[in-house]
């Protein structure tokens, strides 16, 4: 069966600081690998999207970078934060091909003060 | 740019309603339709899927696609107050880029 962990589970962080999320997939070989960004409540936005190792592409720009350094991992990240940075982090896989579902982890709570 | 709307933005229903959820979406082309569901605090996970006109049925959940309309709905018989969630419709082609609706909160009241 395939797992999704998500790294931290929530975090508090200053305007300014630098961050890193992360997330791995075990049980599935070379995922699709995807963030999304929720406000409170909102809808889901993609950010980034993945196909193979090495292998990144944005999809909105949110002074946020993601990289994909092995198969099963895949990490979110900024220098400076930002107040609206603030949300629900979720990474997500998916099998490749772009009719199959999309499956999300348990998520990050980011507060940036 | 592919655009989806729904509505209603909140919606609250008494236990065993039938419930109605609207989403319309700007790109003809779209190939495919999702309903997700997301509980307070969870992840989101979905519900079903439909990639062709017409209308599908999976035990108390039928979702009812009309591409020349541009409209894709969910509907609940029998609502029950697990049901309450935020329920989010998406769609894409083929391409990477899932397009999410803002979302509709249904709350089931007992």
């Known amino acids: 069966a395939q797992t999704i962990h998500q790294w931290p589970v929530a975090e508090i962080k200053a305007v300014g600081s630098p961050l890193s999320l992360g997330c791995t997939i075990k049980?599935?070989?070379?995922?699709?690998l995807y963030w999304y960004w929720q406000a409170t409540g909102g809808t889901l936005q993609q950010l980034f999207y993945?196909?193979?190792?090495?292998?990144v592409e944005s999809v909105v720009q949110l002074n946020l970078s993601a990289s994909r350094p092995k198969d099963d991992q895949f990490i979110l990240s900024t220098e400076k934060l930002l107040l609206s940075h603030s949300g629900f982090y979720l990474c997500a896989w998916s099998l490749r091909d772009w009719a199959y579902e999309q499956y999300f982890g348990p998520g990050t709570r980011l507060t940036v003060l | 740019q592919q655009n989806v709307q729904q509505s209603p933005e909140s919606l609250i229903v008494p236990e065993g309603a039938r419930t109605s959820l609207n989403c319309t979406f700007s790109d003809s082309a779209s190939q495919y339709f999702w309903w997700y569901r997301q509980h307070s605090g969870k992840a989101p996970k979905a519900l079903m899927s439909i990639f062709s006109n017409g209308e599908k049925e999976e035990g108390r959940f039928t979702i009812h696609l009309n591409k020349a309309s541009l409209h894709f709905s969910l509907h609940i018989r029998d609502s029950q107050p697990s049901d309450s969630a935020l329920y989010l419709c998406?769609?894409?082609?083929?391409?990477?880029?899932?397009?999410f609706g803002g979302g509709t909160r249904l709350t089931v009241r007992p």
């Open positions: 998406a769609n894409n082609n083929a391409g990477a880029k899932l397009t």
């Open positions: 993945s196909i193979t190792v090495g292998q």
């Open positions: 049980g599935k070989s070379s995922p699709n």
